[in-house]
């Protein structure tokens, strides 16, 4: 059985609905994330987990215990919070000792379990400074350590590092992972930033508009989204509108291109308009690739240089096509202007429902692309 | 470039400037508080220390020691004291009710509205609101009588309590005006991190809660004791400004007029008194509330 | 929810201390004809001349000190926050001494430090000192307000652009920085207004035919006419501070009221 299990949870507040039919289990040590947009019930969902919402109706099981109806005191969960939402007026070691003091633990026991925790976030000479006397990445770090001070048996993390800067933000996720593995917590991370769910987590949920959309690992919602939202979500992008010719062996056209996808086109009839989505990183150079390719030619008009890769905008005659090159400076990248062709393979070919040709979603993912 | 340009040429114009005229600026605004501010409550403070010869002495100061002055100050300090604690206590309670108490909004709107207003009526009409409501011949007195309950004699609303009772009616408004932004200010995720750490409400208000608001509760205690100890108005309507056992501004009042004391130098030793306390007051306040700022920055 | 019930409760007995000494005050202003109720204290006040001219009297004075307590403070808190900005707390410290310094005590200072002088010696100087006393007193009311109204605009640029059109400084603070800091301006004005209609210590000690001393010696001859004005003085007050309200500075009202 799994740890954690939420079952048909359902949340209303008044008569807007903020998450329905969610369902999910999680793994002893497992780290998960809720992934979606501003409003998407993420948070929500992961407060119900805590206890500071009540779902309108399901049940949440921690550890084969039913605490739907357990206040957020007893449900032995870490929080944190995006604000750090540090006590003002404690210590840093105050503030970490918190819980055990709540819990009448001897204050010998405390102390080292205080000091055994700011060793953990290497802050053993902050003991007794104040939060306003910290910068928000150490703040985050001791409200961390203040969640995990009571030994819980959750951790749950609600967008922890949307309020620090860039380079904060990377070096605090990845101590964040260290110290989640060490531990082998079981731990639920809300966020809106795509490339820290998948740096983070053993699997993605992703949600949208209270529901859920895919749940799988970085690799599978990455490279499988199971969803047109999924798709246009997590990572950047290509949606081209093309025309089925063959739908038993997947074959489309691309304005009078002809393009192979992997599989057949099972739900779709020949003149059918359907919506291909292609990775960019999977789209390379004319003849750099060996096999069976697809082959599209077209005029590039823009080109980014973005350190490490170098982005291409080729426009066709409607359809425009992000692709990455490696940067190479002992290559030229190709001049805006130029006529090139770029190839890639069957499989990388994604093909989206119908609904999927609705105009307004593809050029918002293809401004995403750019 | 431009900016370097601009610099180079422009700069010293200004610095120039600044010398001469700058603080020409606000010269008005200090002339104006040197005149009718300053050098009056100087002047006041210094002439205590001098005696009808103009010679330095410290008479008036010791002679603030006589029986009748030091129960009038025993007298205003225990009024302060009473009426910063009773205001502040209900005031604190009525911020809280109306703020985070989870009563609905249009009560929170409407309570500080009144606040801004109740703060603002006192004095003379406040001391007339009171002696319809609880003076002899009052509204509240009436309405008890009729139930057998007799206010008076063993009441009168120109005794301790009674001045007590009035007071508190201006100094409640004050504490819900300035503790209602510091109940807001209270975080949600203060109280949710306690709660998931296993806190109850009692936890969180005895560790969390209650020392956060501290400083911001004793600040505006404070300042309400000064409130009460200036007070004047109020206080000569309701006792009618006899210089006995009374509170001190009424005292000092009474140098105005007459010198009651036949000694000039004790009418100014008497506000030095004043000056000193409300001084003490507004620096603690002010200690208060930096040490809360502190706190709540981060 | 317990929570809840005590929050009633706290509630119910502030608005009960609130309301019940005006319900009395109300009630009691109506019964100057025995046996009936009616409105005859309020027709006696208004008719009464004194009324008149006190209020007069005040309502003059309060213009004065609204005016010279703007003409000071606006040029100051503007050039404070312009080219000064180190001098901010010691202005903001003198705005806290009215307190420090209580009313009883400034009238006693100034009517000693200007004893024999044309200040204390004729009718006029003493109105001098009356003014001067109240702008003091509005100076933190009115400080507080320009102040935030001033940095809700950007009066560098402001400025600066006035400059480069050829603005000197008076068609500057005239013209540009005035009209600007209107709404916080007028919100210190009505506290200003409010406080000096009922000030009652300053006025009486320095002499002043004042409606606050008026209020004061109406309340030996009279038994229901005081309410009545305690009623009208709540009233103006609530329009005072309504107006505030209405023009959404939200300037509260702090310390230095007229206790």
Known sequence: MAFLELINIHKSFGASVAVENFNLAVERGEFVSFLGPSGCGKTTTLRMIAGFEKPTAGRIIIDGVDVTDTPPNRRNIGMVFQSYALFPNMTVADNIGFGLKIARRPASEIRARVEELLR????????????????????????????LAIQPKLLLLDEPLSALDAKIRASLRQEIREIQRQLGITTIYVTHDQEEAMALSDRIVVMSRGRIEQIGTPFEVYNFPATRFVASFVGTLNLIQATVVDAAIGLVTVEGQLVRVARPLTQHRSGDAISLAIRPELIALNGQVNGEVNRLSGTVEDVTFLGSIVRVRLGLASNKLHFDLFNNPQLRPPQPGSSITVQFAPEACLVLGEEAASAHPISASAAQAA | MAPLTRTETSQPGIERRAFSWTWLGVAPFFLFVAAFLIWPTLSIIGQSFLDQERRLTLRNILELGRPFIVSSYVYSLQLSAVTAIGGGILGGLLAYAITIGGLPRPLRDAVLSFSGVASNFAGVPLAFAFIATLGQLGVVTQWLRAV????????????????????????????????????????????EAAESLGATSWHYWRYVGLPILLPSILGTMVLLFGNAFGAHATAFQLTGGGSQGNVVTILIGAQISSDALANPGLGNALALGMIVIMGVCIGLYTWLQRLSARWLRS | ????????????????????????????????????????????????????????????????????????????????????????????????????????????????????????????????????????????YMYRAVDTGLRAINIHDLTEAAQSLGAG??????????????????????????????????????AQPAFGPYMNRLASSRVYEPSALAIISFALTWAAIAAIQRIGQGAQARVAGPR
Not at chain 2, 165 to 185: H, K, N, R, S
Not at chain 3, 181 to 195: D, E, M, Q
Request: glycine share 4%; hydrophobic share 55%; no cysteine.
């Open chain 3, 1 to 140: 929810m317990l929570k809840r019930f005590w929050s009633w409760f706290w509630f119910i007995v502030g608005a009960t201390y609130f309301l019940v000494p005006l319900y009395a005050t109300f009630d009691f202003s109506l019964r100057a004809r025995r046996g009936e109720l009616s409105f005859a204290a309020y027709a006696n006040v208004l008719n009464d001349i004194k009324f008149v001219e006190s209020f007069w009297f005040s309502f003059q004075t309060a213009l004065a000190t609204i005016v010279i307590s703007a003409l000071v403070i606006v040029p100051t808190a503007y050039w404070v926050q312009l080219r000064l900005p180190r001098l901010r707390p010691v202005i903001e410290f003198f705005t806290l001494l009215p307190f420090v310094v209580p009313a009883v005590v400034l009238v006693f200072s100034l009517a000693r430090t200007y004893s024999r002088t044309p200040l204390t010696d004729s009718r006029e100087g003493l109105w001098v000192l009356l003014v001067g006393s109240y702008v003091i007193l509005s100076f933190p």
């Open chain 1, 120 to 147: 953990i976030i290497h802050m053993s000479e902050f003991g007794r400074r104040y939060p306003y006397q910290l910068s928000g990445g150490q703040q985050q770090r001791v409200a961390l350590a203040r969640a």
């Open chain 3, 169 to 206: 400084w008076f068609t500057i603070l005239a013209q540009v920085i005035f009209p600007n800091v209107y709404t916080a301006l007028l919100s210190g004005a009505f506290i200003t207004f409010a406080i000096v209609m009922g000030e009652f210590t300053i006025a009486a000690l320095l």
């Open chain 2, 148 to 191: 057998g309950i007799s206010l008076y004699p063993a009441f009168s609303l120109y005794s301790f309590w009674g001045l007590s009772i009035v007071y508190i009616y201006f100094q409640i408004p004050l504490m819900v005006l300035i503790m209602a932004p510091a109940f807001e200010g209270m975080r949600r995720e203060w109280r």
